[in-house]
T-cell receptor, first 113, second 111 residues
């Protein structure tokens, strides 16, 4: 089992460009999450999908959109990237929403210039 | 509301003990602990539930004081492999409210 996979691992964007971060899990988990991690800030929730077909905003959703494509895949889209979105992005999944252990992907390091 | 972790950073020699605290101003349902090594993804350590028992994971254990809304992570006889950043995450109830992570405690174990 690969667990949680994310693509790409690294990305450099210019201000105003768009891109989609991909995430997939092979553990048959119902819930999936997108976090961003900035130095000294911990992990902050951007969006989550408690179950297939649902998505909800987290703490810092502005500038992002998500799609729960199917039970396995949950993508994060930046429509018009800004330097403030420079961060490390982690996707995670869990069997049920929040109450259980979350499994994290390896992360995507995004730089917006 | 983001839980507050203390200390922000700690340096230990191999074999020494450490305690990391996680506090909330709100009533909590559970506290979750994760460890992240440099350049890697966070990895789950344990969950402490309200009314539950103290948990353990190798020589790492934790407790949850419901009256104080505080959890403590105990690292005993630290090893080099314990180095990393420890995050607590707090849940206010058992429903679909998001887990909120603290800013982390950086632990460095030196030989």
């Amino acid at each position: 089992n690969a667990g949680v996979t994310q693509t790409p691992k690294f990305q450099v964007l210019k201000t105003g460009q768009s891109m989609t971060l991909q995430c997939a899990q092979d553990m048959n988990h119902n819930s999936m999450y997108w976090y961003r991690q900035d130095p000294g800030m911990g992990l902050r929730l951007i969006y989550y999908s408690a179950s297939e077909g649902t998505t909800d905003k987290g703490e810092v959703p502005n500038g992002y959109n998500v799609s729960r494509l199917n039970k396995r895949e949950f993508s994060l889209r930046l429509e018009s990237a800004a330097p403030s979105q420079t961060s490390v992005y982690f996707c995670a999944s869990s069997e049920v929403p929040f109450s259980y252990e979350q499994y994290f992907g390896p992360g995507t390091r995004l730089t917006v210039t | 509301q983001q839980p507050v972790q203390s200390p922000q950073a700690v340096i230990l020699r191999e074999g020494e003990d450490a305690v990391i605290n996680c506090s909330s101003s709100k009533a909590l349902y559970s506290v979750h602990w994760y460890r992240q090594k440099h350049g890697e993804a966070p990895v789950f350590l344990m969950i402490l539930l309200k009314g539950g028992e103290q948990k353990g994971h190798d020589k790492i254990s934790a407790s949850f004081n419901e009256k104080k809304q505080q959890s403590s992570l105990y690292l005993t006889a630290s090893q080099l492999s314990y180095s990393g950043t420890y995050f607590c995450g707090t849940l206010r109830n058992s429903g679909n409210t998001p887990l909120v992570f603290g800013k982390g405690t950086r632990l460095s174990v030196i030989a």
